[in-house]
T-cell receptor, first 114, second 113 residues
Framework: GDSVTQMEGPVTLSEEAFLTINCTYT??????LFWYVQYPGEGLQLLLK?????DKGSNKGFEATYRKETTSFHLEKGSVQVSDSAVYFC?????????????FGSGTRLQVQP | EAGVVQSPRYKIIEKKQPVAFWCNPI?????LYWYRQNLGQGPELLIR????????DSQLPKDRFSAERLKGVDSTLKIQPAELGDSAVYLC???????????FGSGTRLTVV
């Protein structure tokens, strides 16, 4: 079946450090890929997405590139802030099947220290 | 516009008791999803509705879980009877069409004691 694997957390960084959260996927078709963020006490929010190979999604300084050859969608940010502390979820969605629901990874908690 | 509204935010019940969660999606969104998020895990789909029809309920434990979406708007998810392992956050999401982006609610945190 389809699945998403993320690096385990927590990831603890100092403010202004470089962030990478690894995500790889397994899918039977050609998925769209997403990063969602969950701040404490809040629901999931879409951070960025990419719908085909070599697409780069970006938002709020975060970036991720859809790499079909390595089945990866790693999240990066050049300089993290304390306000980026949250749980980040990588997800995929197969648009050409009846399922069409998001399949999530287990999440990676990011803690940014001042 | 208002987002996806869920209630209650928190619920504590004893095992074997029934419980229900309510979701009001964004106006005009015809696709509605219920997800369960166990502690330290990503959300997992329970059921997807398109309008009032449940089109994907393969992951819904039908012996104790039920859901309905009357008139294709609000939805209710019920557990009867609840078990200790049902403790989780239950998330509702909606989208305009199945291929469009989701908006998630804040979830209902269920604790079964």
């Amino acid at each position: 079946g389809d699945s998403v694997t993320q690096m385990e957390g927590p990831v603890t960084l100092s403010e202004e450090a470089f962030l990478t959260i690894n995500c790889t996927y397994t899918a039977t078709g050609y998925p769209s890929l997403f990063w969602y963020v969950q701040y404490p006490g809040e629901g999931l929010q879409l951070l960025l997405k990419a719908t085909k190979a070599d697409d780069k999604g970006s938002n709020k300084g975060f970036e991720a590139t859809y790499r079909k050859e390595t089945t990866s969608f790693h999240l990066e940010k050049g300089s993290v802030q304390v306000s980026d502390s949250a749980v980040y979820f990588c997800a995929l969605r197969l648009m050409d099947t009846g399922r069409r629901a998001l399949t999530f990874g287990s999440g990676t908690r990011l803690q940014v220290q001042p | 516009e208002a987002g996806v509204v869920q209630s209650p935010r928190y619920k504590i019940i004893e095992k074997k008791q029934p419980v229900a969660f309510w979701c009001n999606p964004i106006s005009g969104h015809n696709t509605l999803y219920w997800y369960r998020q166990n502690l330290g895990q990503g959300p997992e789909l329970l059921i997807r509705y398109e309008n009032e029809e449940a089109v994907d309920d393969s992951q819904l434990p039908k012996d104790r879980f039920s859901a309905e979406r009357l008139k294709g708007v609000d939805s209710t998810l019920k557990i009867q009877p609840a078990e200790l392992g049902d403790s989780a956050v239950y998330l509702c999401a909606s989208s305009f069409l199945a291929n469009y982006g989701y908006t998630f609610g804040s979830g209902t945190r269920l604790t079964v004691v």
